[in-house]
T-cell receptor, first 114, second 114 residues
C-alpha cells in the first residue's frame, strides 16, 4: 500500500514549456486534490475531483489543467510555464464518507520555472 | 467565506508544553483538524475533532475547541525536538453532494530548542 505517489520530485522548467505532474493513489479514494504551497502562504487548492470523470476548480486554477479518467490517477498539467508557478505541489486524496474528510498527502513535487 | 488563521511561528524549550492556536470564521464547520508537516515532506494528519466536542486527548496531544469563539488549539505536552515542524489547522464544511470542503490555515512553524 503506497498511499499517494507523486512524480517527479523535482523539476526545472523554462518559461513557456509544458509538463505534467503525475499523481496516483492506491487506496480507492473517491476524492483527489492538487495544492500548491508557497512560503508563508499555506496551501492553496488548485483543482479537485470527487470521482472519475468529474473535476472542479479550486482557489487558484489559472494556468493549470487536470483530468480524472480513472479513480487512481489525477495528473496536473501546466501548459505554458511561468515563474509564478514556481512552487511545491502536493497531491492528496480522501475517502468519501459520512465522517471527517481526512486527506492523505503525497511527498510533493518541487517545480522551478526559470 | 471560510478563513482559517494561525500565527506563523512558535518557539519552545524541549520538555515544555507547546500551544498552537487557530481561529476560523465559518460556524458551520463540521470537523476541525491538525496536520503536521516535517521538512521536505507532505502533510500528515495528527488529530481531528468533531465540531460538537470541546476536547480531545491523544497521548501527548490535547485539542481544545471553543465553538462560541471559533477558536481551536493544539497542546503538545513534553515537547521534543522531533516535534519541530509546521502545524496546519484546517476546517471542513459540508457542501452539496456530501462533499466536505477542507480549508487550511497558513501553518505555524514550531521550533523546539534543546
Amino acid at each position: 500500500n503506497a498511499g499517494v505517489t507523486q512524480t517527479p520530485k523535482f523539476r526545472i522548467l523554462k518559461i513557456g514549456q509544458s509538463m505534467t505532474l503525475q499523481c496516483a493513489q492506491d487506496m480507492n479514494h473517491n476524492y483527489m486534490y492538487w495544492y500548491r504551497q508557497d512560503p508563508g502562504m499555506g496551501l492553496k487548492l488548485i483543482y479537485y475531483s470527487v470521482g472519475a470523470g468529474i473535476t472542479d476548480k479550486g482557489e487558484v486554477p489559472n494556468g493549470y489543467n487536470v483530468s480524472r479518467s480513472t479513480t487512481e490517477d489525477f495528473p496536473l498539467r501546466l501548459e505554458l510555464a511561468a515563474p509564478s508557478q514556481t512552487s511545491v505541489y502536493f497531491c492528496a486524496s480522501s475517502h468519501k464518507g459520512s465522517g471527517a474528510n481526512v486527506l492523505t498527502f503525497g511527498a510533493g513535487s518541487r517545480l522551478t520555472v526559470l | 467565506g471560510e478563513d482559517v488563521e494561525q500565527s506563523l511561528f512558535l518557539s519552545v524549550r524541549e520538555g515544555d508544553s507547546s500551544v498552537i492556536n487557530c481561529t476560523y470564521t465559518d460556524s458551520s464547520s463540521t470537523y476541525l483538524y491538525w496536520y503536521k508537516q516535517e521538512p521536505g515532506a507532505g502533510l500528515q494528519l495528527l488529530t481531528y475533532i468533531f465540531s460538537n466536542m470541546d476536547m480531545k486527548q491523544d497521548q501527548r496531544l490535547t485539542v481544545l475547541l471553543n465553538k462560541k469563539d471559533k477558536h481551536l488549539s493544539l497542546r503538545i505536552a513534553d515537547t521534543q525536538t522531533g516535534d519541530s515542524a509546521i502545524y496546519f489547522c484546517a476546517e471542513s464544511i459540508l457542501r452539496a453532494g456530501g462533499y466536505q470542503k477542507v480549508t487550511f490555515g497558513i501553518g505555524t512553524k514550531l521550533q523546539v530548542i534543546p
